[in-house]
Each structure stands twice: as structure tokens, then as C-alpha cells.
């Protein structure tokens, strides 16, 4: 059992309260998810040929991302961090493949959660609220956010198996439920070049619906694919640079309630994590259907 929860805000004037309207949805699923939590915000797109780069490391202080910072400067020229607990995004325009390349050679216990032009990913072990307070959640901004809290039957509870997981770029996604064929999908795009990082079955999927876009397929496109491959029971929530989608598997037997107004679409696996949205009781609510694939665009 694990919570879901996202939110994209249609009026431009409340990207600045995302994090702060966002934030009771998160608490809310406490009880379904009280070991690890994280959360993908999508912000404004870095300009030129920047990207941004999410890098998580348990043991880096403040004077560890100091002495980050200066090594970045030195080995990326343009480099910019904004370090925050055991979090930092890395902004440059130094290519991706060189960028990865360098944090593995000067940086190898550091995890690389995240890459785009658009997405901050933040992810830890402890409870909703701790992980909130930690990384400041209620002063994020943006036009829409996916989070997750979690409850681990499978996997071990760390940060690198905590939600969201991400692919490729400014993508990620989150899951409630299990999968019954993550080793099949994985034996199918190991030989294509696909890396894995965990054991966990959320991973699979994520990671078989990335491969499908970068084929040319769009995202509504890759998830109908995804009917026929991934077996289980789940709902999936996820996130791009302009767009939030969510699907359940074909028995539906994991909750999602949506609540949608002018302002906003919020998701969430129960309705309690919505009940203090504004204006939500004039909200069109509804229970999304099994194997229909839900998006809403920014």
C-alpha cells in the first residue's frame, strides 16, 4: 500500500502556492506510505542549453556541497548548485553525457535522481512530513508536482527504490501497487541498452514507457502499449515538462479519486488527501476508469 498524489494548477497566478496547496495532499497519505516519500516539481524550462540535474547524497553536509560546488565549477566550467539537505540541483550547459560521466568519476556514491530542463526530483527515507520539512516543500513552485509516499513490500527502504523514478529526461513516475513481470520487461530492454538501477518493479516501468516515447511514440501512446506489457495491479501517475497522466491496470483494484476545477486537476489515491484543496467541494470528482489513459496538459 502506497499514496499517490499530484497536482497541475491551470491559473498561472498559483504556480507560486504549488508547494503550499500540494502540501495536505502529501501529509494525507502518511498512513499509506510512512517509510520514504519524495515528489517531482516541474518549474519554468532553464534557458539555452542548460539542463538541470536532481543529485542526492546522505552523508553531504553543508560544506559537502561547498566542496561540490567548487569541484563542479573546476570540472564543468558554467556550473551552477543549489544545495539543499541532502539534495542539490546542478544547473549547466555542459552536455548530459559528460555531466554523467564526471559524477561518476569524482562523485560515485552521489545518485543522479533526475535530468531536464524542467524537473526538480526530491526523494528520502522517513515519514511525508519529515521528508517535507526537510526539503521545504510548502515553499516549491511550479505549474505541477507528482509525489508518493511510500509503504515497501518487496524492496528495501531506501532513497534509490523511493518515489518518483525517473528515465531519460524530465520524465518520472510513481506507482501504487505490483507488478508481476518487472524481470521480463527488464530481460526485454537490457539488450537494447537500457540500465537498471534497483530492484524495483516500479523502475520497469518506468523505464519500458521512456524507451517507447524516445521510439516516437507519445506519452498517451506508450501508456495504451503499456496495457499489453506490464502485468499487475497498479495505478500509474506521471509527469512530463507540460502534461500529468494517470492509468489503472484493467481490474482497477488500486484507488485514485480526481478532483478538477478551473484552477486545477488534483489526484490522489484517497479523497481525505484533496478535502482541503480551495473551492474543492464545487469540484468535478470522479473515479478514473480501468485501462483508460488520463492527461491533462499545462
Known amino acids: 500500500m502506497c499514496g499517490i498524489v499530484g497536482l497541475l494548477v491551470k ?7 504549488l508547494g503550499e496547496l500540494m502540501l ?3 501529509i494525507g497519505m502518511s498512513e499509506r506510505g510512512p517509510e520514504s516519500a519524495g515528489l517531482a516539481v516541474f518549474t519554468e524550462p532553464v534557458g ?26 573546476q570540472g564543468l566550467g558554467d556550473a551552477e548548485v543549489d544545495a539543499n539537505a541532502n539534495h542539490a540541483v546542478l544547473e549547466t550547459a555542459t552536455e548530459p553525457e559528460t555531466v554523467k560521466a564526471w559524477l561518476r568519476s569524482h562523485y560515485p556514491r552521489h545518485d543522479l535522481l ?23 516543500f ?17 524492496t528495501a527502504v531506501t532513497p534509490a527504490r523511493a518515489h518518483p523514478f525517473t528515465a531519460g529526461e524530465d520524465f518520472c513516475l510513481v506507482h501504487n501497487g505490483s507488478l508481476s513481470n518487472p524481470y521480463s520487461v527488464r530481460r526485454k530492454l537490457e539488450p537494447l541498452g537500457i540500465k537498471f ?20 511514440d507519445d506519452l498517451e501512446t506508450a501508456l495504451r502499449k503499456g496495457f499489453d506489457e506490464l502485468d499487475g495491479f497498479y495505478t500509474f501517475l506521471m509527469g512530463t515538462s507540460d502534461e500529468l497522466a494517470l492509468v489503472r ?15 486545477y486537476v488534483a489526484i490522489s489515491s ?9 473551492d474543492v467541494k464545487n469540484a468535478e470528482l470522479f473515479e478514473p476508469r480501468p485501462e483508460e489513459v488520463y492527461v491533462w496538459r499545462t
Request: aromatic share 10%; proline share 4%; glycine share 6%.
Open 24 to 26: 495536505p495532499m502529501f
Open 48 to 73: 539555452g542549453m542548460d539542463r538541470k540535474y536532481s543529485i542526492y547524497s546522505g552523508d553531504a553536509a553543508s560544506n559537502g556541497w561547498d566542496a561540490f560546488r567548487r569541484s563542479a565549477q
Open 197 to 216: 538501477e534497483t530492484d524495483n518493479d516500479t523502475e520497469a516501468a518506468c523505464r519500458f514507457l521512456e524507451w517507447r516515447m524516445r521510439e516516437g
Open 114 to 136: 533526475s535530468v531536464g530542463k524542467s524537473i526538480d526530483l526530491y526523494k528520502d527515507i522517513g515519514s511525508p512530513r519529515e521528508v517535507a520539512d526537510r526539503y521545504r
Open 11 to 17: 491559473t498561472p497566478s498559483l504556480r507560486n502556492q
Open 249 to 263: 491496470d484493467a481490474f482497477a483494484c488500486k484507488p485514485a479519486i480526481v478532483a478538477e476545477t478551473d484552477d
Open 138 to 154: 510548502a515553499e516549491l513552485r511550479g505549474s505541477h508536482v507528482v509525489g508518493h509516499t511510500r509503504m515497501a513490500t518487496e
Open 270 to 278: 484517497e479523497f481525505r488527501s484533496l478535502a482541503r484543496l480551495p
